[in-house]
């Protein structure tokens, strides 16, 4: 259900140039192209395991981003990403990121973060990339 919604709004703001940054669980990123974004994500857990990020744009499966492990200063990358424009990192044993440098209106997707054993809190992101500055 959580899927045809954010697909549904992925497809009206399709139609606008730009939109402003609003928030709700989980949230919505809004950046303009060219810039850097940071996604978070919480595990429950203290075990120094790894996060895996995937992309999925509406009609379309999951596409494999990465997996950061926590104790490994290199990701390992799907096809597609490359470290050029996309990395992880631990800031503690329970917070990752992603972080993408260099957005592209292709960027505009739902971002999930996973766990092996789902303790991750913060699972969906959604980014936006605007074509032009902010209002």
Same mark, same amino acid.
């Given at each position: 259900?959580?899927?045809?919604?954010?697909?549904?709004?992925? @497809?009206?703001? !399709?139609?606008?140039? /730009?939109?402003?940054?609003?928030?709700?669980?989980?949230? %919505?990123?809004?950046?303009?192209?060219?810039? !850097?974004?940071?996604?978070? /994500?919480? %595990?429950?857990?203290?075990?120094?395991?790894?996060?895996?990020?995937?992309?999925?744009?509406?009609?379309?499966?999951?596409?494999?981003?990465?997996?950061?492990?926590?104790?490994? @200063?290199?990701?390992?990358?799907?096809?597609? #990403?490359?470290?050029?424009? #996309?990395?992880?990192?631990?800031? !503690?044993? %329970?917070?990752?990121?992603?972080?993408? !440098?260099?957005?592209?209106?292709?960027? @505009?997707?739902?971002?999930? /973060?996973?766990?092996?054993?789902?303790?991750?809190?913060?699972?969906?992101?959604?980014?936006?990339? /605007?074509?032009?500055?902010?209002?």
């Amino acid at each position: 259900m959580r899927i045809i919604f954010y697909c549904v709004i992925l @497809s009206l703001l !399709s139609s606008v140039r /730009c939109v402003k940054v609003f928030t709700q669980k989980p949230a %919505i990123l809004t950046e303009q192209k060219g810039r !850097s974004v940071t996604m978070d /994500c919480n %595990i429950e857990k203290d075990e120094r395991n790894s996060v895996s990020w995937y992309k999925q744009i509406p009609n379309a499966a999951p596409q494999y981003v990465l997996r950061y492990y926590h104790s490994n @200063s290199d990701p390992y990358y799907g096809d597609g #990403f490359s470290s050029s424009r #996309f990395t992880s990192k631990a800031p !503690s044993n %329970i917070d990752y990121q992603l972080i993408i !440098s260099n957005v592209d209106v292709t960027d @505009s997707a739902v971002y999930y /973060c996973k766990t092996y054993d789902d303790t991750a809190k913060e699972r969906q992101k959604v980014l936006w990339v /605007c074509k032009e500055r902010f209002l």
